[in-house]
C-alpha cells in the first residue's frame, strides 16, 4: 500500500473548448502508475462512495484516479445535456488523463448508474489508452433498461432521477426558488402531479423519455447500444438483483460474451441500486452480501492495467449470490435451460381467499376463472422489488390480502427449490377495456404466514392482444427452502413505480381525469396455458 499525496484539482478542455475539471489522488511514489478514472454528474467530491471506497483507498493500491465532473455539472462549464457529449468528452478527458505526469499511459474506467454509463460511451470511442472498463447498472437498451419495461412507463426513478438533476441544475444557476421547489418535490414526489417538472425544469430530459413511450429512432441513437457493436474491451459488469437496470447489466453482459474475444465478467449480488449491503429492504442476506467489489475491481485493474497475473483468466467468469442460501456461486456461463412450470387453478375466488388459487406442478383438466377488477382511486401500491424507490424485499402480505390481487399458492416444497435465470409468467386473460397492465410479483410463503417478495415483471397492453400474454420478471437466483411455498401475486397496477393506465386519461394536479375502471378475467385450467415458468437449477 502506498501513501497517497493530498488531493490535487486539474483542468483539462474539451475539443470544444469547454473547461472540465477533476480532483486526482496520487500514489506519493516516483513510479509511473496507471489512471483510475470516474466521469459523473453529482459533485465530484461524493465519487460515488455511496457503493464505493474513497478514491484514496484505490490510489494507495498504485493507481493515480481521476474523478471528473461531466460538462455542466459540479464545477466544470458548458451546458449539460443527459449523455449527449459523454462520447466526445469521454475521448478527450481519457487522452488527457494518459498524458498526466506519473502515468503509464494505460487509463481503467470504474463507476455505477450514470458513471457506469460514461464508461460505455467511453468505449464507443475506442480511445487507444483505454484498455478496460468496470461498469455497473447501467442501460445497455435505454428504452427497455432504463426508461420503460414491458412497455410501461417506469414513473418513480425516472420522476425522481429528473427531479434531482433538475434540482442540481437550478443550484449551479443560482435558482433559489426553483431549486427550493424542486428540493420539496425531491422529498415528497409529485407521483400525481409531474407536471411540476414541466413549470420548473422544461429543459428536463424527462419530457422527451415520456413523449416517446416506443422503441424509435430516438432510444436508438440515445443507447449506447448502437455504439458499442464494433467495440471489444475486457470488461467486468456489475448487478444486483433488485437494481431497476439489472435488464441493462445483464442485456450487456451477455451481448459482450457473445462476441468478445477479450475476458467478461459478471458479478451480481443480492442490492438494490444503492446501498450494497446484507440489508435489502427487510432482509439481512448476512456477513457474505457485503460488497466484494472494491477488491475484486483492484483484481481486475492489476490485471489488465498492471500485467499482474491476479489468477483471473483461470476462474469462473459469472459469480453470483444465491438469495437464501445466502452464498455466491461461480458458473462459466449463463446458458441455463431447466424450466420447471406451475400452472395456475383456482375456484374463482382467488381475489378474495388465500386457499382459493392455487400452483400445481399439472393443469387441472376444467377450465376455471378469475376476475380482477382494477380501481383507480385506490391502486395496487408498489413495495419492493426492483422498480420503485422501496426496492428489495419486504413482507407484502397485507397487499396480498387486497381484493384487487389475484394470488395462487403452492403446496409446501418438500424439497430445497433452487432458482437461476428468468421467470416467465403466462397468463390467458381478457378485459373489458382496449388497454390494460398486469404486474406479477413471484414470492415466498414462510409457515407462519409471512410473504417476502422474490422478482416481480410488468406489461403494458396497449390494445387487445393475443393470449397467453407474457410476463418477462426480473432476472435471479434463489433458494427456496423447504416448507416454504411458492405464490404468484396478479395485479393490473403497481404504482406509483409504474405509471398507472388510465385507458386515456389524462393525469394532472386534480388527479387522473376520466380514468376507467378495468375488469380482467383471468383464465385457468383445462385447454389454458397460465402457468409460472420457473428456471430450475441443482447443485451437488
Given at each position: 500500500m502506498y501513501k497517497v499525496l493530498p488531493k490535487q484539482t486539474a483542468s483539462m478542455y474539451s475539443r470544444?473548448?469547454?473547461?472540465?475539471?477533476?480532483?486526482?489522488?496520487?500514489?506519493?511514489?516516483?513510479?509511473?502508475?496507471?489512471?483510475?478514472?470516474?466521469?459523473?454528474p453529482y459533485g465530484r467530491a461524493i465519487a460515488s462512495t455511496v457503493v464505493y471506497a474513497h478514491p484514496s483507498w484505490y490510489a494507495a493500491h498504485g493507481y493515480i484516479v481521476v474523478i471528473q465532473d461531466v460538462r455542466g455539472r459540479g464545477t466544470s462549464a458548458g451546458e449539460f445535456k443527459l449523455f449527449a457529449h459523454e462520447i466526445a468528452d469521454s475521448e478527450d478527458t481519457i487522452y488527457w488523463a494518459a498524458h498526466l505526469p506519473g502515468s503509464n499511459g494505460k487509463v481503467g474506467m470504474y463507476g455505477f448508474s450514470y458513471q457506469g454509463m460514461t464508461q460505455l460511451y467511453a468505449a464507443a470511442a475506442k480511445p487507444s489508452a483505454l484498455k478496460t472498463i468496470c461498469p455497473a447498472m447501467i442501460g445497455y437498451d435505454l428504452y427497455t433498461d432504463c426508461a420503460y419495461e414491458g412497455?410501461?412507463?417506469?414513473?418513480?426513478?425516472?420522476?425522481?432521477?429528473?427531479?434531482?438533476?433538475?434540482?442540481?441544475?437550478?443550484?449551479?444557476?443560482?435558482?433559489?426558488?426553483?431549486?427550493?421547489?424542486?428540493?420539496?418535490?425531491?422529498?415528497?414526489?409529485?407521483?400525481?402531479?409531474?407536471?411540476?417538472?414541466?413549470?420548473?425544469?422544461?429543459?428536463?430530459?424527462?419530457?422527451?423519455?415520456?413523449?416517446h413511450p416506443q422503441p424509435d429512432a430516438y432510444w436508438e441513437e440515445l443507447s449506447p447500444k448502437r455504439h458499442l457493436q464494433a467495440v471489444d474491451l475486457p470488461m467486468f459488469h456489475i448487478g444486483g438483483w433488485f437494481d431497476t437496470y439489472l435488464r441493462g447489466t445483464l442485456h450487456l453482459y451477455k451481448d459482450m460474451a457473445a462476441r468478445s474475444i477479450t475476458p467478461q465478467h459478471l458479478l451480481v449480488g443480492p442490492w438494490t441500486h444503492l446501498p450494497w449491503s446484507r440489508k435489502v429492504g427487510e432482509v439481512d442476506f448476512g456477513a457474505k452480501a457485503a460488497s466484494p467489489v472494491d477488491r475484486m475491481q483492484i483484481r481486475w485493474?492489476?490485471?489488465?492495467?498492471?500485467?499482474?497475473?491476479?489468477?483471473?483468466?483461470?476462474?469462473?467468469?459469472?459469480?453470483?449470490?444465491?438469495?437464501?442460501?445466502?452464498?455466491?456461486?461461480?458458473?462459466?456461463?449463463?446458458?441455463?435451460?431447466?424450466?420447471?412450470?406451475?400452472?395456475?387453478?383456482?375456484?374463482?375466488?382467488?381475489?378474495i381467499r388465500e386457499d382459493s388459487g392455487t400452483l400445481r406442478t399439472h393443469n387441472t383438466e376444467f377450465s376455471t376463472q378469475d376476475v380482477l377488477v382494477h380501481d383507480p382511486w385506490r391502486p395496487v401500491p408498489s413495495l419492493g422489488g426492483h422498480a420503485g424507490l422501496s426496492a428489495g424485499v419486504f413482507e407484502r402480505s397485507h397487499l396480498d390480502c387486497r381484493s384487487d390481487v389475484l394470488t395462487y399458492t403452492s403446496q409446501p416444497l418438500t424439497a430445497d427449490l433452487h432458482l437461476l435465470g428468468d421467470v416467465v409468467v403466462e397468463i390467458d386473460c381478457s378485459a373489458d377495456q382496449a388497454s390494460y397492465d398486469l404486474c406479477a410479483v413471484l414470492s415466498e410463503l414462510l409457515p407462519d404466514g409471512r410473504v417476502f417478495n422474490l422478482t416481480q415483471g410488468y406489461v403494458h397492453c396497449p390494445q387487445k392482444i393475443a393470449v397467453p400474454l407474457k410476463i418477462q420478471l426480473q432476472t435471479t437466483c434463489v433458494r427456496i427452502a423447504k416448507g416454504n411455498a411458492l405464490r404468484l401475486s396478479l395485479s393490473a397496477a403497481c404504482f406509483p413505480a409504474y405509471a398507472m393506465n388510465g385507458n386515456g386519461a389524462v393525469m394532472n394536479s386534480t388527479g387522473l381525469l376520466n380514468a376507467q375502471i378495468i375488469t380482467l378475467?383471468?383464465?385457468?385450467?383445462?385447454?389454458?396455458?397460465?402457468?409460472v415458468l420457473l428456471p430450475v437449477v441443482s447443485f451437488n
Open positions: 470544444d473548448g469547454v473547461r472540465l475539471d477533476a480532483d486526482i489522488y496520487r500514489p506519493d511514489a516516483a513510479d509511473n502508475f496507471p489512471v483510475l478514472l470516474m466521469r459523473q412497455g410501461a412507463f417506469c414513473l418513480q426513478t425516472n420522476l425522481a432521477w429528473a427531479i434531482q438533476l433538475a434540482t442540481e441544475t437550478a443550484r449551479l444557476q443560482g435558482d433559489q426558488t426553483t431549486y427550493q421547489a424542486l428540493f420539496g418535490a425531491s422529498r415528497n414526489l409529485p407521483v400525481n402531479s409531474p407536471e411540476i417538472l414541466q413549470q420548473l425544469a422544461p429543459e428536463s430530459f424527462y419530457h422527451e423519455w415520456a413523449a485493474f492489476d490485471q489488465f492495467l498492471k500485467d499482474i497475473d491476479t489468477g483471473l483468466l483461470h476462474e469462473s467468469c459469472i459469480c453470483l449470490f444465491e438469495m437464501g442460501s445466502n452464498m455466491w456461486r461461480t458458473f462459466p456461463s449463463l446458458n441455463i435451460a431447466n424450466q420447471k412450470s406451475y400452472f395456475l387453478s383456482t375456484t374463482g375466488l382467488a381475489s378475467t383471468v383464465l385457468c385450467g383445462g385447454d389454458r396455458s397460465s402457468q
